[in-house]
């Protein structure tokens, strides 16, 4: 059975970096033709998408994001992080680890973490 957890710290200051893991069970990260998604929900932008990693490592980015983000993997690991610079209150919300891919669509996901970005 697939399984991600997030997990991170629940509150960052304003200019720090956030830096969340997703750890997937299951499946190995780097089985062909899956993308590994963080995806992000807060009360004033609802449903907003950050960005994933390919099984072979390659990456995107929301254009709004791209300049702050990087999504990176340990395959010894199955782990996926996204670290996400220069933090402010509108960073915000609840993050979401999925998985996409060429066959699937957003078929499994994390429970989610808060962040709060707050002094």
């Known amino acids: 059975q697939v399984q991600l957890q997030e997990s991170g710290p629940g509150l960052v200051k304003p200019s720090q970096t956030l830096s969340l893991t997703c750890t997937v069970s299951?499946?190995?990260?780097?089985?062909?033709?899956?993308?590994w998604t963080w995806i992000r929900q807060s009360p004033k932008k609802g449903l907003e998408w950050i960005g994933y990693?390919?099984?072979?490592?390659?990456?995107d980015y929301s254009p709004s994001l791209k300049s702050r983000c990087s999504i990176s993997r340990n395959a010894s690991k199955n782990q996926v992080t996204l670290q996400l610079t220069s933090v402010t209150p509108e960073d915000t919300g609840v993050y979401y680890c999925?998985?996409?891919?060429?066959?699937?669509?957003?078929?499994?996901w994390g429970q989610g973490t808060q962040v709060t970005v707050s002094s």
């Open positions: 299951g499946v190995s990260i780097t089985t062909k033709y899956y993308y």
């Open positions: 999925a998985r996409d891919g060429l066959d699937t669509f957003y078929d499994y």
């Open positions: 990693i390919t099984s072979s490592g390659s990456t």
